[in-house]
């Protein structure tokens, strides 16, 4: 079966808007959650505004699979897999000159 004749289970999330309660608070039922869907080959992703250690200090999720976990930080303009070993980029947007400038 090609990847495109594949059905994708998908649960998509805002971290910021209090996921898990503010930045202070224990996202240890969150990471049983996301790492149960996971297991059940739902991906999950993340989506933040801060960066991506702030988010995994904070969740510690360290899915197993089928599920895939991806995390979405700095406004989406980065995209990491999560895995048993932690958070690895696969894709970052470089702004331009103008862009940084702005």
């Keep these: 079966m090609s990847e495109l004749e594949r059905t994708y289970e998908a649960l ?3 971290w910021d808007g209090g996921a898990a309660g503010g930045r ?3 996202a240890r039922t969150l990471r049983r959650r996301i790492e149960a869907l996971c297991a059940l080959s739902v991906d999950v992703a993340v989506l933040s505004s801060t960066h991506v250690g702030d988010v995994d200090t904070q969740l510690g999720a360290r899915p197993a699979g089928p599920g895939r976990l991806f ?3 700095c406004g989406g303009s980065e995209l990491f897999a ?10 970052r947007r470089d702004a331009t000159p103008a862009q940084e400038a702005a």
Excluded at 82 to 91: A, M, N, Y
């Design 24 to 26: 202070r608070a224990s």
């Design 82 to 91: 999560v895995d048993e070993r932690g958070p690895h980029l696969i894709w």
């Design 12 to 14: 998509v999330f805002d």
């Design 71 to 73: 995390l979405a930080p």
